[in-house]
């Protein structure tokens, strides 16, 4: 339809009466623009009691059943639709009940992970299992505090598991990315597995063949003095997860037909939305739904926003008072001069390297391969990647993690990549598609504050968790390339990408 | 009414919700979430979540609509702030590696507690000046159409085209 059609029906619907139906051809972005500035433009919610009540898992309500006569829509002329029809356009982002898309993905995870648990030797099961529950546990002593010190963050959280909205949607979304976890991918990381595999280092430094090249032009995983461990040792990473053996990292990608650790320790870990973090969200809204900024609130009736006019214009009532948007990480521009800037600039904002970061000239028979470098990239950056709630790891753990994102968030909203790297860096933890999820955010923060080396290593721990072939071990790989370019490691980035991008085909 | 819903009367709820499910989705919701299904979610489990903490309201201190649209808030923020680090760890991959000589951003501005009148008027400042101009007159200030593309000095139909880009273009900036 012309622009001109839409520009004419939109001015004949906003002519129209308040709440009637706009035109089905007019655009999604052009309706929302309506709806955020005159919402009484919007018709009414499709929301009815029976909707509400049939998600209410406590109090007096919880075990109230729906009834014929409270199934009344709060206007009468909307229709009933239970399911959301549009997480899958955000990432699966929003609130909302119990999705297909996350019931086929606990389906799925059942279906690959059931044989892998029956076929491993009971003693590594129970390894993993212990495992598993160290690295949890070692969360759930700062949960408290955490919930202490987050209560508005902690309100917004779903209170039940089955319909914490972003929860399912997520894991629906990963719910492919789980069942393609030993689709293809093996041979087209082979050979640099090969390449790399060469390094003289040990494997207790570094978790595969491809970080072991780095790690020889590092320091030795250590924390950086002053701040706390802000990432989790290769060492330690293996003896948790002791399922993820090093040397297996990769190689079990060779193995098509064969369940990998990824799975498994999916499975541990996650218990997923359908039995995990209910109770614990739940707790941390009672926090936040009883959190003092209400009380400054006036008990005045309010002014309904139907009444006409724009509620920008003053029928909105009182400015929420904690209505803080945390800002993502701050977004750079200046792209296209970048590149060739790259490994001066890298060098000249990572005061922190402990060591020499190498350098282009270390490979001189990359200089050429440069010009392939956005090629390559854009071929490693996985479409389909999308955020993992951590709500996968369940319970405490899910709070404690849930508080970190939090606080990352706020440090890097306030400029402080560096600190925001190192809190969000002990999330990089099981499951693997969780952890790697992190772990990029992880990596380009300590980038984003020249901490190329914390970077790499934030990157190698995230490599480590497991090698499923999963959207967020592309994107873990890409932004190892980009901490591996930054410190002027061309020719290595350019070998991860690769594999990012072989992933991707193979996914 | 607050006496009935504690003791999980259903008949109080779908009053309740009758006077308050409305207003919240329209006043509180929509300004922050345009999107009708994340709307209607987060009204969803708003009253949900209400339901469930009915005990940590005290009806002395204030009305349940203000305690209802402060929920309501929240959740708005939550859909947002999930989306947006959604969003920024898809930029964060997307982006190309560069230098990072950029300075970092002025910690100050990051403090700001922003409603929604701020993020609306944020918007427009990044908007074209024409299409700010249509949206203010428009559907900020409700003037009739004949009006606004007076004062703009165009035709009734150039008016509708500019407010049909503007609205596009808005909702491409907002919320900031």
Redesign the interface.
Known sequence: MS??R???Q??RW??GAPGSQPEDAL??????????????R??????T?D???A????????A?AP?A??S?P??ANGEV?PL????PA??G?????LTLGGLAAAALVALTVGPALLSAPEAEQAAVRAGSHDGVAALEDTAASERARRP?AA??????AG?G??DLSTRGGAGPAVASNNQGATGQIADLDQRLAASPTPLAQAPSAVTSSIAVAEAPSAAPAGRPGPYRPIAEAAEIYPAVAEAEIFADLEAEDEPTDYDADDAFGGGGAASGGSAGL?AA??D???SP???D??????????T??????G???A?????????????????DS??E??S???RA?SAEEPSPAPTAAAHPTEDASSIEL?AV?ASA??RD???VSPTILGGEAAIAAQAR?DRS?TLA???D?LGAAGVRSANIIQPAVFGQ?EA??VV?WY??A?ALSEARRAARDGLALGSGNTPQLS?LL??Y???L??GGDQAT?LEVWRKAAALNSAR | MITRLRQGDRAAFATLYGWYGDPIFRQAILPRLPNLELAEDCLRDTFRTALEKLDSFHVEDRSIFFWLRRIAINKAIDVHRRSKRDQALSDAVRAQPEPLTQPLPDPSRRLEVQDTRDEVTLSLSRLNDRYAEALRLRLIEDRPREECAEVMGVTLGNFDVILHRAAKAFRKVYPP
Do not use: N
């Open positions: 622009s001109e839409q520009a004419d939109l001015a906003l002519e655009d999604q972005d052009v309706l929302e623009a309506i709806y955020a500035l005159r919402p009484e919007a018709p009414a919610a499709r929301v009691v909707d509400i009540l998600g209410v898992t406590e109090g007096p309500f919880a109230a009834s006569a409270a009344a709060a206007e639709i959301r029809r549009w997480w955000l990432g982002l929003a609130a909302g009940g508005r309100a917004t959280q779903p209170t039940t319909s909205p972003s739940g809204a009672v936040a739904v009883s900024p209400m009380r609130e006036p008990a005045a009736p309010f002014e309904g926003a139907a006409g006019g724009s509620w920008y214009q029928k909105e009532d400015a929420p008072e904690a209505a803080t948007l945390p800002s993502s990480a701050p977004k750079r521009t200046g792209r970048r590149r800037e790259s001066g600039a890298a904002l956005p990239r950056v996985p990647l999308s955020l994102i968030d909203s306030l400029g990549p999820s990029i955010q380009r980038a984003q020249g994107g890409v932004a390339g980009d901490a370019l930054l980035a």
